[in-house]
Nanobody, 121 residues
Framework: QVQLVESGGGLVQAGESLKLSCSASGSIVSIYAMGWYRQAPGKQRELVAAISGSAGTNYAPSVKGRFTISRDNAKNTVYLQMNSLKPEDTAVYYC???????????????WGRGTQVTVSS
């Protein structure tokens, strides 16, 4: 019914930049919050950045000032611009969205399959 598809991951050197994209498709009525989470090997999934329907943003302290989240509501797409990447940013990055679908009464949580970001030192 609803798919979130991420793109933009890859292998970069420390100090370089990457931009992740995530597009939602399907029987979408509205999207409330969208965000990015990440999970490194042996660690729990953690919030990286989130953006509300009114464009309010929230960042993990470890990425504040380096990462910028944005969204294009017309395209049902959320972006994550990652600058000054560090080896500790290496993880699988997952897209998340709270989506109201046709026939549903509330916004449900949807996840993408993840995209690998690897930062070498």
């Amino acid at each position: 019914q609803v798919q979130l598809v991420e793109s933009g991951g890859g292998l970069v050197q420390a100090g370089e930049s990457l931009k992740l994209s995530c597009s939602a498709s399907g029987s979408i009525v509205s999207i409330y919050a969208m965000g990015w989470y990440r999970q490194a090997p042996g660690k729990q999934r953690e919030l990286v950045a989130a953006i509300s329907g009114s464009a309010g943003t929230n960042y993990a302290p470890s990425v504040k000032g380096r990462f910028t989240i944005s969204r294009d509501n017309a395209k049902n797409t959320v972006y994550l611009q990652m600058n000054s990447l560090k080896p500790e940013d290496t993880a699988v990055y997952y897209c998340h969205a709270e989506i109201l679908t046709d026939g549903s009464m509330w916004h449900d949580d949807y996840w993408g399959r993840g995209t690998q970001v690897t930062v070498s030192s």
